[in-house]
RNA sequence: GCGGGUGUGGCGGAAUUGGCAGACGCACUUGGUUUAGGUCCAAGCGCCGCAAGGCGUGGGGGUUCAAGUCCCUCCACCCGCACCA
């Protein structure tokens, strides 16, 4: 480093220099390399909207303080990035300014690189792709071919979004109120032909995988449970009385057949066959049926939508009693992707059917109570845990008191015997609807042939290329009106045909980009040998905002992908560790304009809360995640020009767990960089010190290091990357402070930039080198903490009285029971409080404490 | 509505999983050094109280020698809900 040296911490070349000098050396360069084991970590990719911001950078930041240690600790680490780059806001660009689809995505890719280079990351840049590269989307097209003839894929009518004044599908995010977001028309519900994977076939997989997966959370794990939503229940027709032809029978399904001596009606769902055969000559139904149509298409609409009903007039009659008429309703809180379409009301024991048949005037006769207690007529359901026992006032099958569980087998025992319908397990999980009416994304490589009707693409002919002369200056599918590009021939007679203008739902895009980085520019969508040597992800790291979508269809293509040969068996679960990284939020400011509608204001145009440009005080919001809505954004490449990377590096991991939310604020920002730049301070002293004999405080500095040692590695080991901060602040007072020899503090200090390498690489290799280091702290191995200078052979202990600390005693490390009792009862503030007598009882828990209780 | 989560000083959070609540950092206060750049150093800092002492982990109740941690109940906020990525 000779005499160039700079006075003071100049992040803003030296970032630079060390940048250069990890190209130049390949650090971040995957090898597969037998010799060592293998480290697979991978970051949720971004989609490319055009700058970062910090939520990318905490993202990055703690996978690539996990990719620096394990290659630290001698593993051959793979760290890929790419870009999750086909979607809507592509498309809304080129509405709105013209730009086209493609251009837009390449430059936002190139702007959000040059902004992410900065940052130090240990990224193999060499394996970068974006999913809207040919190259990309084309091998998913050859996988989308294997899973077709591997009956993975298929075609049905679903329901979408329509907009019927721009006459096109919308994205639930693009109904607003139940309008359209352009054209502010009420939207409708529209029946189209698309394709499906078929990933409900897994669903019993899926569900019982869950257990393998140890290193996922638990709440990940259990809202996936929750969505595949497995359940034991009893599917029976009801005979009909006054209905339609073909409709002699109603199927229902239900959970709780033990509840059917509490029936008092039977809905269907508006899409239900006889609901839909109904309207066809009943305009009362037509227009209820229509109205239901609006509620939307998700299930967060339906569920909080006012229940409604129409009586049909037909009627059913009870399984156990013909003479027992129910009737029958028409209800847009009945979901036809659910079990039968058609369910029976029990009031007495669902919140909704209570609801429903307080609204209609229904019987809510009950079925059981709590043990002990009569029958009398309910203010609300009475729904207790099915594993609670209850008395069952009109039960039919098995004990008078019992669990609801085992009343739903003995229920389904009874009806199976009887002839009534069958015990039946259901999912909730519906099949993957890909089809998407939209331009950007990847095409479907089938062809539409009058005579041979849907053929698939020959392989030979993909990637199937979207066109770029495309306009949108109509709504709807560009697709759809070019001129040409729908027109090809039949891959299999030959004739003229017509191309799938459908586009597939970008999720296709992410459920498969873990395994493409293995081999990035292969001519096939994997490689055997590079999937055996990487996969699975060790560590996957990303938003919980993925919990149930993202990451269920990956694991349902993993399978997909191996049982079309794509994937060995090892990987159908290819996430080993799953991490849910929290937020990165901000204060809002706001003030309000003439008519007192809120207006928001940039961080950096407040100043001691006020606005700078007027004077004006603002109104300062509790913090919420960085919105450009709420204006409350920090642009990381200001940060990273005004203070370096390291610093937002550093400030994103401290603080915060890494799977909460972390707060934004310049106050920290600033205390960071003043942190750093004590340490390149306090490096650049001890490296001026003389080497003279051995020091008092040598030994304290040596223990004060395996401790951090000790510390930060158990700390990165649990994802406790703010506690490994907090320790680092430890051991960089206690070097600070250290009356310790110019060799010890040199050790010391090269041990401080191995330990904060991970976190603020940069700075460690300042330090490294001002400190002798050999080569690049970047490719040192990790430092090993010695046990024996962990433990210290006394130990203080609070003293307790009734459970109050009312003293404390040294005692050696060692000491036994009776000796830490008897050292207690001679303290002077135990005996001020035992007054002469004797304790009730003294608890010693050794090495932690001692409760005397009088 | 359903499913999942979170709640500790002025602020972000820690607490080895039932054993000293507030580690570490910010902010703040006091003192010192130096004043040019974004200073640095030392000390203090949960609340009430002059003190002794009392109170304190969203509210209420319980179990225990001992509860932030376990149980019951209530409240507030956040995330997901299948076409946002």
Redo the contacts with the bound molecule.
Sequence with gaps: MSGETPARYQPQTTEAKWQAAWDAAGCFVARRDPARPKYYVLEMF??PSGRIHMGHVRNYTMGDVVARYKSARGHSVLHPMGW?A????AENAAMQEGANPAEWTYRNIAVMKGQMKPLGLSIDWSREFATCDPEYYGQQQAMFLDFLEGGLVYRKA?V??WDPVDMT??????VIDGKGWRSGAEVERRE?T?WFFRISEFSEELLTALDGLENWP??VR??QK??I?RSRGLQFGFSTVDAPEGFERIEVYTTRPDTLMGASFVAVSPDHPLARHLERHDSEVAAFNAECRRIG????AL??AEKRGLDTGIRVRHPFDTAWELPVYIANFILM??GTGAIFGCPAHD??DFDFATKYGLAIPTVFVPEGEEDAPLAEAYVPPKTERVHYVRGFAGEEVQTGDAAVEAAIDFCESRGVGQGVTKF???D??L????YWGCPIPVVHCETCGVVPEKKENLPVELPSDVSFDQPGNPLDRHPTWRNCACPRCGEPARRETDTM???VD?SWYFARFTAPRAQTPTVAAEVDYWMNVDQYIG????????LLYSRFFARAMHRTGHLPAKAIEPFDALFTQGMVTHEIYMTRDARGRPVYHLPEEVEDGKLRATGEAVQVVAS??MSKSKKNVVDPVNIIE??GADTARWFVM????PE????W?S??A??????L??VWALSERIAAMPEGGPAPGDGDLMRAMHRAIDEVTRTIEGF?F??S??AL??FT?AL??AEASGAASRQAARVLAQLMAPMVPHLAEEVWAMQGGEGLVTEAAWPEADPAMLVSDTV???I?I????RA?ITVAADATKDEVEKAALADDAVLRFLAGAAPK?V?V?PG??V?V?L
């Design positions: 971004p989609y999750d086909f979607g809507m806001p679903a979408v979004n599908v919308l994205a639930n995010e693009q189209l698309q638990e709440k259990l809202m929750n969505w939503g298409t998700t299930e967060e569920e909080k992707d659910y919140q909704r909730r999980l519906r993957w609807g089809s998407r009416q939209r739902d970008t999720f992410s938003g919980v905002e993925h919990a149930i979508l993202h919420a995640k005004r203070f401290s603080d915060s767990p909460r939310d972390v707060e604020t106050a920290g600033e205390a960071t960089f003043k942190h730049s004590r406790a703010n506690k901060i907090a602040y430890t007072n600070a402070k203080t202990l609070p307790q009734n459970g109050k600390r404390e009882k608890i828990v932690r404490i409760n209780v």
